[in-house]
T-cell receptor, first 113, second 112 residues
């Protein structure tokens, strides 16, 4: 499987603070995704990113969320003003241009206090 | 809308025995992909097996195999010779175009 590195692995932040989660994929990726998993619950789609723009987003992905690839490599998810309910594991995933499968990073565990 | 349903929140199996995890999905499309992902306690999502809808033959990966029933929109995962390391949460997923949809997961316990 292709490596997808996520940082930080765990972050604790105060409510109202901004958080940036980073994903560093290898090359030849077609799509990028962010998913969220609240503890004990299902994996929820947040947003997909294709050709340097948002392809699709869920209703969860409201104005407090944003994504970008600032340097053409790192893929970031920004949460502008965190809420308690944003506490979750955030997964970056990539779809290779040559394949049909998404591969997940190890996740970033966000705790909002 | 595409939905994926896993009706078994929890399952258990004796070590070395066989267990089947169920998954059904709803779609009006004919070309799609189905997946099973494993999430161990480390919480990383690991691909277990993949099935292309246009293929009639069921996918197999070592001890893991699927029973793909396209007409019934069913995609079950069979784990043979279960091992302690198979204990995890298992998610069924459906892909159409660039989008993936996940079920709610089945927590598998392997009893020594």
């Amino acid at each position: 499987e292709p490596e997808v590195t996520q940082t930080p692995s765990h972050q604790v932040t105060q409510m109202g603070q901004e958080v940036i989660l980073r994903c560093v994929p290898i090359s030849n990726h077609l799509y990028f995704y962010w998913y969220r998993q609240i503890l004990g619950q299902k994996v929820e789609f947040l947003v997909s990113f294709y050709n340097n723009e948002i392809s699709e987003k869920s209703e969860i992905f409201d104005d407090q969320f944003s994504v970008e690839r600032p340097d053409g490599s790192n893929f970031t998810l920004k949460i502008r003003s965190t809420k308690l309910e944003d506490s979750a594991m955030y997964f970056c995933a990539v779809l290779l241009s040559s394949g049909n499968t998404i591969y997940f990073g190890e996740g970033s565990w966000l705790t909002v206090v | 809308a595409q939905t994926v349903t896993q009706s078994q929140p929890e399952m258990s199996v004796q070590e070395a025995e066989t267990v089947t995890l169920s998954c059904t999905y709803d779609t009006s499309e004919s070309d799609y992909y189905l997946f099973w992902y494993k999430q161990p306690p480390s919480r990383q999502m690991i691909l277990v097996i993949r099935q292309e809808a246009y293929k009639q033959q069921n996918a197999t990966e070592n001890r893991f195999s699927v029973n793909f029933q396209k007409a019934a929109k069913s995609f079950s995962l069979k784990i043979s010779d279960s091992q302690l390391g198979d204990a995890a949460m298992y998610f069924c997923a459906y892909r159409s175009a660039g989008q993936f949809y996940f079920g709610t997961g089945t927590s598998l316990t392997v009893i020594p």
